[in-house]
């Protein structure tokens, strides 16, 4: 369905508001505040991982709960939280999740161990998961048709920034601050987004929703298939991915997921209404959107760890030198909303993905002393590829759901987008850690670490899928040599797996786009006239 058959559907927002609350552009400067602080936080935990990991003693498993904690608790609620917002108010879920999102941010600076960093994060995703559908939902019901394209190439390009900017602020403040300041850093911003989004924004929800019974049931199988899923993908790294624990967790977690949707298509008043998933575009958007930010997050976790522990860069000379990445992507939003609204994302979407694609078969080519000119073309290919899926994705599932279900179609958006980047990162750690263990050992007695020697370094696997070489200052320079070429030897290994892994996945989305989604002549997607009617 075009964006504009979608706006065509009667709308139950509520009356239409006077005054600075009538401009559409004030709100979307206020969600852009909100945006800006999720989007930050993402990066800027990112590269401050090896501080975290040293100053807490936390070892790799503890480490990707520190991302994946956040991103499970975000994507478990997400959906519920755009729900909360059709119906109890956009405006509302969104100052709530600010307030939350804030609050649990200064928490984790002051938890002081690794437990309660971990813990603080899964309450920051629950708070961020008010926050985020509810940005897109207000768009959606205050502007124009027309300009909705526009808006979500900015709210993009809004996203974009915070992303070039996280690798910055996050470098700068570990490096002449405190790990602990680069979540301290949203206590400004959140004051600042809460009190201009409470002069300006506007009041929208679906006011039959009010009167429907919630769907508890539907939460409560959404959220366990989600835990049971990414749980058994994470764990698989250490149990093993073919142990009962791991198949079992996993293949439960999608009998429930499928069980919910089953669930979904029967009940009266469903979180998630199955009725959207029969418009193609919307469905292949959901899915090209988690196969983007699986790339984009798996790919930045490992990258963050190359540039540190293995090139030896500091924090802020790190984020300086992904900084192509980021601004490529700020570069593409606004360009892949230009296309799309022109071309449909038919177009764009594919674009994309072929980008990511030919980046991530580009990093086959790094080593542990490559020059930075290999690196920064496949960073600008990735950057204008995420960018360019992030606009086009947002058009194909938000434009192209009714009104009325704003707030869960960007929920839908942003549980495929989080999801795919807790598996991401999971899946790609987990590559590297298995690669690293089975080279290990042959890579130091390659370099000259004599066997005994290379057995017994077996047991700092996890460090070597860190990027870190196990030395010591008691070796002779020599040993410390080999040990350090070695390690990193096996560390490239896992890394040219993920990147063939992640490359596979994006032309797998590009053919997925480029057939899925039917266009007509002005380049709008087509629409399912059960949608549009719905």
Do not use: C
């Not at 694609?357 to 073309?377: E, H, I």
């Amino acid at each position: 369905m075009s964006v504009t058959a979608a706006h065509a559907a009667p709308t139950s927002a509520s009356a239409a508001p006077r005054g600075v609350r009538a401009n559409p552009w004030l709100t979307l400067i206020a969600v852009s505040f909100g945006l800006f602080m999720v989007g930050l936080d993402g990066t800027v935990v990112s590269i401050a991982n090896s501080a975290i990991a040293s100053d807490l003693h936390a070892s790799t498993s503890e480490l990707q709960w520190v991302t994946n904690s956040y991103l499970l608790a975000l994507a478990a609620a997400l959906i519920l939280g755009g729900k909360l917002g059709d119906r109890f108010g956009r405006r509302t879920l969104y100052l709530v999740g600010v307030v939350g999102f804030t609050l649990a941010s200064v928490a984790i600076g002051l938890a002081g161990s690794i437990e309660g960093v971990i813990a603080f994060r899964a309450v920051q995703g629950l708070f961020g998961a008010m926050l985020m559908p509810n940005t897109l939902a207000m768009l959606r019901a205050v502007f124009p048709p027309k300009k909705f394209g526009m808006a979500v190439g900015i709210w993009a390009m809004i996203s974009s920034v915070a992303t070039a900017l996280g690798p910055i602020v996050g470098g700068f403040l570990v490096e002449h601050v405190s790990w602990e300041s680069v979540f301290y850093i949203n206590a400004p911003i959140g004051v600042i987004a809460f009190v201009f989004s409470i002069l300006v924004l506007p009041q929208s929800k679906n006011e039959a929703a009010a009167s429907e019974k919630f769907d508890v049931p539907g939460i409560a199988l959404l959220a366990l298939g989600l835990l049971a899923v990414v749980f058994g993908v994470v764990k698989g790294e250490t149990w093993g991915w073919t142990s009962a624990g791991t198949l079992g967790s996993i293949i439960a977690g999608l009998v429930v997921l499928v069980l919910f949707g089953w669930y979904e298509t029967w009940v009266r008043n469903p979180l998630l209404p199955m009725r959207l998933f029969r418009n193609p575009a919307l469905t292949v958007g959901t899915i090209v959107t988690a196969l983007n930010f699986f790339i984009m997050l798996g790919v930045i976790f490992f990258v963050m760890l190359y540039m540190q522990n293995v090139r030896g860069y500091s924090p802020i000379e790190s984020g300086v030198r992904t900084l192509p990445l980021s601004l490529a992507s700020m570069v593409a939003a606004p360009l892949g909303a230009k296309l799309t609204d022109k071309y449909g994302p038919r177009l764009s979407m594919p674009l994309g993905m072929v980008l990511q694609a030919g980046a991530s078969f580009a990093m086959l080519s790094w080593s542990a002393d490559s020059s930075y000119t290999t690196m920064w073309l496949p960073f600008v290919a990735l950057g204008l590829g995420v960018g360019m899926v992030m606009s086009a994705s947002s058009d194909a599932i938000v434009g192209n759901a009714p009104v009325r279900d704003g707030g869960v179609a960007g929920g839908l958006q942003a549980t495929a987008l989080q999801v795919g980047g807790a598996l991401g990162t999971s899946v790609l750690v987990s590559l590297i850690s298995s690669r690293v263990g089975s080279t290990l050992t042959g890579e130091l007695t390659d370099a000259g670490v004599p066997g005994p020697v290379a057995t017994r370094l077996e047991e700092a696997k996890d460090a070597v899928s860190m990027g870190v070489a196990p030395v010591a200052d008691a070796m002779p320079a020599q040993l410390r040599a080999a040990v350090t070429e070695g390690s990193q030897a096996a560390f490239m290994n896992g890394v040219h797996t993920a990147v063939v892994v992640t490359g596979i996945l994006a032309v797998i989305g590009a053919v997925l786009a480029a057939l899925g989604i039917r266009t007509k002549a002005n380049g709008h997607t087509k629409s399912e006239p059960v949608v549009a009617r719905a």
